[in-house]
């Protein structure tokens, strides 16, 4: 039996993936130290300082690197690997972005730089990215339909469910490296105004729009559609599915 060391294992995409590895012995890695629930072992480590991490890579077979934030993934990528290194782990798997080498952002570029370490560490390695979460659209709407106008720039997204990248990354984790895999993208391409448009209607609400045009490299970017991935592999929730189970919680308000 394997043991897989996993990073933001208590987040959005974590939760979803922890279960689907119970064959193999879990570390998960978290800020605070706790006591094992269900088999699982909890170490508390600081990724950007690096600290805490020698004892749970100790004797670790793959690492699946799923924690990430605004700022910092370049960073504790790099302690990462190197912990990794040391302990002769022999699969590094990371979680990333489509088009993390072509929107000049810092979420973008500190993602990117993440996978560079990877795949130069010398460790065996799988590459995986996925567009954005339905969650992360839902916030971005969620965001703009408070205002009393809503501004709607001219982008599109591809997103997709993170139980589908959950299962995907999974299958991976559990098998051998693969280097860079074909990315993951949800089963349709909306414009932004698609989705302020479903999100308002499902709530009951009404708003004026106004286009806004982005500006600078990021703005040429996205009005390119060079965010996007169209020749990606796609999961099977649709946003229209997402939002109505949300909005239907009563979560989506």
Known sequence: MSTILVTGGTGTLGTLITPLLRDAKLRVLTRHAHEPTNGVEYFAC???????????????????????????DDVATENLV??????????????????ADRVPLGY??????????????????TVLRAAQFHGFCLDAVRAVAKLP????????????DARDVAARLADLTLGAPAGRVPDL???RVYEMRELVDDYLRANGKRRPKVPIRLPGKAGRVYRAGEN??????????????????????????
């Not at 990724?47 to 934030?69: R, S």
């Not at 106008?149 to 997709?160: A, D």
């Not at 020749?231 to 939002?243: C, I, K, N, P, Q």
């Open 82 to 99: 190197r912990a990794a290194q040391r302990a002769g782990v022999g699969h590094f798997a990371l979680i990333s972005v489509i088009a």
């Open 108 to 125: 973008f570029t500190r993602k990117h730089a993440a996978e560079e370490t990877v795949i130069e560490s010398g460790l065996p390695w």
């Open 185 to 187: 993208a949800g089963p």
């Open 46 to 72: 600081d990724l950007t300082k690096g600290e805490g991490l020698a004892p749970a890579v100790d004797g670790v077979d793959v690492v699946l690197h799923l924690a990430g934030g605004p700022k910092g």
């Open 149 to 160: 106008v809503v501004p709607v720039p001219g982008m599109r997204f591809q997103p997709v």
């Open 228 to 253: 996007l991935n169209l020749d990606a592999s796609t999961g099977t929730r649709t946003w229209e599915d997402y939002l109505a189970a949300t909005i239907g919680t009563g979560t989506g308000n």
